[in-house]
């Protein structure tokens, strides 16, 4: 039997990158910026960009080359976050200039909140529906814009999620990384049943779907944070997310690190995981170490630094 793994220090009930072996944290927040894309192999791929436009401009020609490789009879398109959404005026602006029709092309969006056990409305201000909608996809020209059957977002009707996932190709997942080391919603679980001791294994934890989670308190806490001027009071402890089922349907999986969603460590820690296919579900973003084809995109002025300094 295993021995009992540390407890968190941030949240005592759940699991979190904190119950790691220091040995691996101590070796991630020990990479520097010349030592990321050293971490690259093959089926994962680090890139680093140095500007912030060039940075959210790449991240938006992500989604027009997903879409451009929609046809009537192969259906395509993407995966995308709230979080970064720089990116998504551009897409529009792009869609536009360039005149993409997209009617045979598709979106998923990751995740939706859950109040009351409902997902939220369309006019709930943190709201991912609402934000895709307000910062992209209204502001396609409506010629070009996508069917809203094209549309797909995760809400209680999981069943309608999950098929949506057989209409058309997923060319690209993209995603950001919260503080507790996520893609979408895969929060680590909570430290319970036959998890007390240590965090379920990570073949597992790749059998979940699409689903309703509980949030680890980080995540609630990020959202407030980046989000919510600090109102965590106002941030729902439950969301619908994208599973891993889904993830591995996609062909491939980039994350974007602007710098300010995870810290210096965070963004170290699960591409140093990736790289040496350490699986661990306290750190949920290192089971994309068995995926096929993931990238990591950062913003250089981004990466920061690791050292302890009051400042």
Same mark, same amino acid.
């Not at 294994?201 to 308190?217: I, N, S, T, V």
């Not at 089922?245 to 820690?269: M, Q, Y």
């Given at each position: 039997?295993?021995?009992?793994?540390?407890?968190?220090?941030?949240?005592?009930?759940?699991?979190?990158?904190?119950?790691?072996?220091?040995?691996?944290?101590?070796?991630?927040?020990?990479?520097?910026?010349?030592?990321?894309?050293?971490?690259?192999?093959?089926?994962?791929?680090?890139?680093?960009?140095?500007?912030?436009?060039?940075?959210?401009?790449?991240?938006?020609?992500?989604?027009?080359?997903?879409?451009?490789?929609?046809?009537?009879?192969?259906?395509?398109?993407?995966?995308?976050?709230?979080?970064?959404?720089?990116?998504? #005026?551009?897409?529009?602006?792009?869609?536009?200039?360039?005149?993409?029709?997209?009617?045979?092309?598709?979106?998923?969006? %990751?995740?939706?909140?859950?109040?009351?056990?409902?997902?939220?409305?369309?006019?709930?201000?943190?709201?991912?529906?609402?934000?895709?909608?307000?910062?992209?996809?209204?502001?396609?020209?409506?010629?070009?814009?996508?069917?809203?059957?094209?549309?797909?977002?995760?809400? %209680?009707?999981?069943?309608?999620?999950?098929?949506?996932?057989?209409?058309?190709?997923?060319?690209?997942?993209?995603? +950001?990384?919260?503080?507790?080391?996520?893609?979408?919603?895969?929060?680590?679980?909570?430290?319970?049943?036959?998890?007390?001791?240590?965090? #379920?294994?990570?073949?597992?934890?790749?059998?979940?779907?699409?689903?309703?989670?509980?949030?680890?308190?980080?995540?609630?806490?990020?959202?407030?944070?980046?989000? +919510?001027? +600090?109102?965590?009071?106002?941030?729902?402890?439950?969301?619908?997310?994208?599973?891993?089922?889904?993830?591995?349907?996609?062909?491939?999986?980039?994350?974007?690190?602007?710098?300010?969603?995870?810290?210096?460590?965070?963004?170290?820690?699960?591409?140093?995981?990736?790289?040496?296919?350490?699986?661990?579900?306290?750190?949920?973003?290192?089971?994309?170490?068995?995926?096929?084809?993931?990238?990591?995109?950062?913003?250089?002025? +981004?990466?920061?630094?690791?050292?302890?300094?009051?400042?």
């Amino acid at each position: 039997m295993a021995p009992r793994r540390n407890e968190s220090r941030v949240a005592p009930g759940w699991w979190d990158y904190t119950t790691l072996d220091k040995k691996i944290l101590n070796a991630a927040a020990k990479l520097t910026e010349k030592d990321l894309p050293k971490l690259s192999r093959k089926g994962f791929q680090v890139r680093i960009h140095d500007t912030v436009q060039e940075f959210y401009n790449a991240e938006a020609l992500e989604y027009i080359e997903a879409w451009m490789q929609a046809t009537p009879k192969r259906p395509a398109g993407i995966c995308g976050p709230v979080g970064p959404v720089e990116q998504l #005026p551009l897409v529009a602006q792009i869609v536009n200039s360039i005149g993409l029709d997209l009617k045979h092309a598709h979106f998923w969006g %990751m995740d939706e909140w859950v109040k009351n056990g409902k997902t939220v409305g369309k006019d709930f201000p943190l709201g991912f529906f609402k934000a895709d909608w307000d910062l992209c996809f209204s502001r396609i020209d409506p010629k070009l814009r996508m069917p809203m059957a094209n549309l797909h977002f995760p809400d %209680m009707d999981v069943k309608r999620y999950v098929d949506s996932w057989n209409s058309a190709r997923c060319v690209i997942m993209q995603g +950001g990384q919260g503080e507790v080391k996520h893609w979408a919603f895969n929060d680590p679980p909570r430290r319970e049943g036959d998890y007390v001791d240590q965090p #379920p294994p990570p073949e597992a934890y790749r059998k979940l779907g699409a689903r309703m989670l509980d949030l680890h308190p980080l995540t609630m806490i990020q959202n407030a944070r980046t989000s +919510g001027g +600090g109102r965590v009071q106002d941030v729902p402890h439950q969301a619908m997310t994208v599973g891993p089922r889904e993830t591995w349907k996609a062909e491939c999986v980039s994350i974007w690190h602007p710098g300010f969603h995870d810290n210096p460590l965070g963004i170290r820690l699960t591409a140093y995981m990736i790289s040496k296919r350490i699986m661990d579900t306290s750190v949920p973003m290192s089971l994309l170490a068995d995926h096929p084809n993931v990238r990591f995109n950062y913003l250089r002025p +981004g990466i920061g630094s690791c050292a302890v300094d009051i400042h």
